[in-house]
């Protein structure tokens, strides 16, 4: 019988193409995102990301959302090209939908991680030739394990779990090394850290990946601009307003730098 | 032997009579709009009748659960590309209906050498804003009605008749209220069709003879405490309060038995 489940496969069956190879014009600086992480603290997990979008020495934008709610109770943040990563997120938010209403059941964890993964692949192509690779993080909560997950990818599709945390973009060199030596040497490994201290950490962090690379935009004070901070529990995805972030900065992040 | 125009208008009356045999033991479908959002309810056994369709749209439907399911997948496929490739803005009852729907149920009832497909439909259509809501309904012939504040469907127009005229008289102001409503609403039609079918007259009979069927609050209740030990009780809400795009979710049965009337919620399990 010809109903599928598969959103992806239907698309494709009238025609869309995902992925196109292409070359990179010579001197034409592509836009990209930057640096994106996401840990486990004591009620799920944190993902947070930057703002800034940027092509080569040019910041495009200040206010970019690479933290990128899926369904209920996935979130994909991105790094590498907007253009193809917002595309992957809206075929995956589609396809999430569409799985759930047509076989009147959630997608598994598994089979969402699988979805992105196919993407990433069918991505391949694009991301050689330079116009579009994307280095994403996926976190989750997964009711059959009944825990949060964190997951994070390369250019190719292949999926790798962040046991504790994840990190992608430019900026993530600098905040990898940090989050090692928190988690193994801190006061209190990343896991059980509260949701107001898990967030003060990931403030800690991009600020401090925005003062090493250039591609990450760091909190803007007069412009009101503070990074996208999202916590997974099993109740679903929920986004801390900037309202309790402004203060927390200001009390627990700013006098430290 | 339908080359002759009469013989096919005659082939089409035999099939109106064969569709309308085909509803007279379904269960009706009843759409409510409150300040919560918009409530479907129903009473099942087995296959369900309520479905989400798109962020803001549930349908129910009544016939064969293999047509309805048909019909589904092909209403999820098109909201799915159109929302895709446009908006979700975009995807609306009345385009899916008027355009997609309601054309391919009218071409297969009038398609005489296959088979129609045995369903009626209401789609529900939560607004953006409180005020917008909207019901469709497609007959099995393709011919659709959009309404607001209610719509119902049911094995005859007589019975829907009733069960609207029933409706009409309700407070339909909270969740409660509206749950409360549709549930002695799904009892109206239902009994109506019962009675048809037991005393053998054909669908008129719940219009000639309104008064032998009682719409007391307490007959009614008495006839759903019944019908629920036996059936299940299916309800859906397109929730306004609902955070993120998808204003869908079924309502569970701890859920439902806060919302029920008291008269009723003890029959639940």
């Not at chain 1, 935009?217 to 929920?238: C, M, Q, W």
């Not at chain 1, 402004?246 to 730098?257: D, G, I």
């Not at chain 2, 209906?97 to 297969?108: D, N, T």
């Not at chain 2, 609207?164 to 969740?175: H, I, M, W």
Request: glycine residues 8%.
């Amino acid at each position: 019988m010809g109903m599928q489940s598969d959103f992806y496969q239907l698309l494709k069956g009238q025609g869309y193409v995902f992925g196109v190879l292409g070359q990179a014009a010579r001197g034409q600086e592509l836009t990209t995102a930057t640096t994106i992480l996401a840990f486990k603290y004591r009620d799920g997990v944190l993902v947070a990301g930057d703002r800034r979008a940027t092509a080569g020495n040019m910041v495009m934008y200040d206010r970019t959302d690479k933290v990128l709610e899926i369904d209920r109770h996935s979130v994909m943040a991105i790094a590498g090209v907007p253009a193809t990563a917002y595309e992957m997120a809206r075929i995956l938010e589609h396809s999430f939908k569409y799985f759930r209403r047509t076989q009147l059941q959630e997608l598994s964890f598994e089979g969402k991680l699988r979805a992105l993964s196919k993407l990433l692949k069918d991505n391949v192509p694009a991301a050689l030739a330079g116009t579009g690779a994307v280095v994403p993080i996926f976190a989750g909560y997964d009711f059959e394990q009944e825990a949060a997950k964190i997951y994070f990818y390369d250019i190719l599709g292949a999926e790798f779990e962040g046991v504790d945390y994840a990190v992608s973009g430019s900026g993530s060199p600098t905040i990898r090394g940090i989050l090692h030596y928190v988690n193994t040497w801190g006061e209190q490994p990343l896991s059980a850290m509260l949701e107001e201290q898990a967030t003060v950490q990931a403030l800690r962090l991009l600020t401090s990946a925005a003062e090493f690379d250039s591609a990450t935009g760091g909190v803007n004070r007069e412009a009101g601009l503070y990074p996208v901070i999202k916590f997974i529990t099993a109740s679903g995805v929920r986004t801390m307003p900037d309202a309790q972030l402004k203060p927390l900065f200001e009390a627990k992040v700013s006098r430290h730098v | 032997m339908y080359e002759e125009p009469y013989k096919w208008v005659e082939a089409v009356g035999n099939r109106r009579t064969y569709l309308d045999e085909q509803f007279k033991e379904g269960a009706p479908v009843v759409g409510v709009t409150c300040e919560r959002g918009i409530l479907l309810m129903t009473m099942s056994k087995g296959t369900p009748k309520l479905y989400e369709i798109y962020d803001r749209l549930a349908l129910g439907g009544m016939g064969h659960p293999a047509d309805l399911e048909k019909l589904r997948f092909n209403l999820l496929e098109m909201a799915h590309v159109e929302g895709f490739n446009r908006s979700a803005s975009d995807v609306t009852g009345g385009r899916l209906v008027k355009y997609g729907m309601a054309p391919a149920i009218k071409q297969a009832f009038e398609e005489v050498f296959k088979a129609p497909f045995i369903v009626k439909i209401l789609l529900a259509e939560l607004g953006q804003k409180a005020g917008k809501d909207g019901f469709l309904t497609i007959n099995y012939d393709g011919t659709f009605e959009e309404k607001s504040q209610y719509a119902v469907l049911a094995a005859t127009s007589a019975v829907e008749q009733k069960m609207a005229g029933y409706l009409r008289e309700q407070s339909l102001a909270s969740l409660a209220d509206a749950v409360g409503a549709a549930i002695r609403t799904w009892a109206v039609g239902d009994q109506a069709q019962r009675r048809a079918l037991d005393e053998g007259e054909g669908h008129d009979e719940a219009r000639t003879s309104p008064d032998q069927l009682a719409t007391d609050t307490e007959t009614l209740y008495a006839y759903l405490r019944r019908c629920i030990a036996e059936k299940t009780v299916e309800c859906a809400l397109l929730d306004r309060h609902v955070q993120g795009p998808s204003k869908y979710r079924a309502l569970g049965v701890d859920e439902l038995k806060t919302l029920l009337p008291n008269e009723l919620s003890p029959s639940l399990s």
